[in-house]
C-alpha cells in the first residue's frame, strides 16, 4: 500500500488531500483547497493527472473547504464514483461548494474588467456551478460507526471529530498483498467540552496514522477565560460605541458566536445591542445545524430548550443580512454593534468591507476567533500589521485586534495528545499533516517523550508506504 499526501503537507495547514494506493483499490481521502498562501491559485490549478484516474471511491472528513475545494476537479477529470461522507457533512459539502463557485464566478467578474482594460486574456475560474452539481449527484451519506464496504479490499469507518457538524476521523481498514492494515485519518480534531457539538471519539487501533498538527505546539486559553475576555471587551466596546467585527467562519464559528451572545443576553452579561450575521452562508449554515440536533451535546440541547437563539438576538435588535445591499447599509448603523461575516481569514467576502470601513477608526474592536494562515489578512492584524491592503488602497489599523483562541474549532496540543493516547499501545507509525513546521515539530517532540514513538513530517511529494 502507497499513500501520496496532495496537500497539507510540508509544513503547510491546507489542500488536505491523500490517495490511497493498494493492488486493488484507489481511494482519496479529502480533496482540499489550498488557502491563503502565495501561488495557493497555481497549486489549485494543478491539472487532475493519472494520479487520480482509475479512483474507486472518495471519503470525506468534514466539510470545511481545505479539506472539500477541489472536489468539483475531480468531475472536470471524468470522476463518477462515489462521494462517501456523513449526512451532515453532505449537506455542508453542498453548501460551501457552491458558495466557493460562486465567490469565484464573481470575483473573476471583476478580476476579468480589469484584464480586459489592460489588454489581457480573461482567466477562467478553478470549476463552475455546474461542476459542484454534477459533484453532489456521486455524494452517498455514511452513518457513524457502521463499517463500510467503499472499494475492493478497503472498509471505512466514520467516528466524531468534534471539529464542525458531520466532522469525522476515518479508519480504513485495508486488506492489501495478503495482509491486513489499518490506517487512521484523524481529520480535523474539535476541542474537548466546547459547547455545541460532542467530543471527538478516538480510535483504539491502527498500524498507521495520519494526525492533524494545526496546534500541536500550544494550548488555547481555556474556553471559560476566553469566554470572560469576550463579555469583557463586548462591555468595552459598548461603553465606547464602537462597532465589533467578527472574521467569521460561516460553518461552526458563527453558530458559536450566536449562541454565545444570545447566552450574554439571556444572563445579563452585557446590555442588548444589535448582532448582524452578514453572511447568506452563516445563515443556511445555521439552518443545517437546527436541523441536525441528534449531533448536539446535551448543555446544547438543554440551551435552546429553554429559549430561542434567533428570538433572543432579535429581540437585542440583530439580524441577518442576505444581500449586498444589506450588508452596505452596516456601514451606515451606528455602533454598539457586532458585525459577523466571512471570510473567517479576512482574504475574501463582506468582511473586507467592513474592515475598509471602519479599520482606521480607534472605536472599532476586530476580534479574531479562528486559525489565520500565512499571508492572510487576518494573519497580518494578529501579528500587529499596522497598515492593511484592502482592495488595493491602504487603510490604517488604528482598532484594537483581539484574539480569542479559546474559540477555536482545532484541538490544542493537550487534546491531541489526549485523541492519541488509545491508539499510542500499540506502537503504531505516526504521520504528522495539517501543521506549520513549528507546531508539528513540537508535537513530534512530545509524542517521542510521552510515548516513545518517532513522528514522520512529509513533503508535498513523499510518498508513505505501508
Avoid at 468531475?75 to 462517501?84: A, D, F, H, K, L
Wanted: glycine share 10%; aromatic share 8%; charged share 20%.
Amino acid at each position: 500500500m502507497k499513500i501520496f499526501p496532495h496537500g497539507a503537507v510540508g509544513g503547510e495547514v491546507t489542500g488536505s488531500a491523500y490517495l490511497v494506493e493498494t493492488d486493488k483499490a484507489r481511494v482519496l481521502v479529502d480533496f482540499g483547497l489550498f488557502q491563503g498562501m502565495a501561488h495557493a491559485d497555481d497549486k489549485n490549478r494543478v491539472p487532475i493527472t493519472n494520479n487520480f484516474a482509475g479512483l474507486n471511491a472518495v471519503l470525506l472528513t468534514h466539510a470545511h473547504l481545505d479539506h472539500t475545494g477541489r472536489l468539483p476537479l475531480l468531475i472536470q477529470g471524468g470522476y463518477t464514483g462515489p462521494v462517501y461522507c456523513t449526512p451532515a457533512t453532505a449537506e455542508m459539502t453542498n453548501l460551501i461548494l457552491r458558495d466557493a463557485a460562486k465567490i469565484q464566478e464573481s470575483d473573476l467578474e471583476r478580476i476579468n474588467r480589469k484584464r480586459q482594460r489592460q489588454g489581457r486574456e480573461p482567466v477562467t475560474p478553478l470549476y463552475r456551478l455546474a461542476d459542484v452539481e454534477a459533484l453532489m449527484k456521486l455524494v452517498k451519506p455514511v452513518a457513524y460507526k457502521q463499517p463500510v464496504a467503499v472499494a475492493p479490499g478497503i472498509t471505512a469507518q466514520w467516528v466524531e471529530a468534534g471539529h464542525m457538524l458531520g466532522s469525522a476521523s476515518i479508519q480504513l481498514t485495508v486488506e492489501d498483498a495478503g495482509r491486513k492494515k489499518v490506517v487512521v485519518f484523524s481529520g480535523d480534531l474539535g476541542q474537548r467540552n466546547a459547547p455545541i457539538l460532542m467530543d471527538f471519539e478516538p480510535f483504539t487501533s491502527a498500524d498507521l496514522i495520519f494526525l492533524e498538527s494545526t496546534y500541536g505546539d500550544r494550548d488555547h486559553q481555556s474556553f471559560e477565560e476566553t469566554l470572560n475576555q469576550f463579555v469583557e471587551i463586548v462591555n468595552i466596546a459598548v461603553n465606547e460605541r464602537g462597532k465589533m467585527l467578527v472574521p467569521t467562519f460561516a460553518v461552526g464559528r458563527a453558530q458559536l458566536l450566536c449562541t454565545l451572545l444570545a447566552w450574554m443576553f439571556r444572563k445579563k452579561k452585557a446590555p442588548p445591542f444589535p448582532v448582524y450575521l452578514d453572511s447568506p452562508m452563516a445563515i443556511e449554515a445555521t439552518n443545517i445545524y437546527a436541523k441536525h440536533r441528534e449531533l448536539w451535546d446535551e448543555e446544547m440541547q438543554n440551551f435552546v430548550a429553554e429559549a430561542s437563539i434567533r428570538g433572543e438576538l432579535e429581540q437585542a435588535g440583530g439580524h441577518v443580512s442576505v444581500t449586498a445591499d444589506d450588508s452596505k447599509k452596516l456601514n451606515e448603523a451606528p455602533g454598539p454593534c457586532l458585525i459577523m461575516a466571512g471570510a473567517g481569514m479576512c482574504n475574501a467576502g463582506r468582511i473586507l468591507h467592513h474592515l475598509r470601513a471602519n479599520l482606521w477608526k480607534p472605536e472599532t474592536h476586530i476580534l479574531i476567533v479562528g486559525f489565520q494562515g500565512v499571508g492572510t489578512i487576518g494573519r497580518a492584524l494578529v501579528d500587529g500589521a499596522k497598515e492593511i491592503n484592502i482592495f488595493g488602497e491602504p487603510v490604517a489599523v488604528k482598532g484594537r485586534v483581539h484574539t480569542l483562541g479559546g474559540f477555536s474549532a482545532h484541538a490544542g496540543q493537550t487534546d491531541l495528545l489526549w485523541w492519541f493516547k488509545s491508539l499510542a499501545p500499540g506502537k503504531p507509525r505516526v504521520v504528522l499533516t495539517h501543521g506549520e513546521d513549528g507546531p508539528r515539530r513540537e508535537l513530534a517532540k512530545r509524542i517521542l517523550s510521552d510515548f516513545g514513538i518517532t513522528c514522520q513530517m512529509p513533503a508535498i511529494a513523499e510518498v508513505i508506504e505501508a
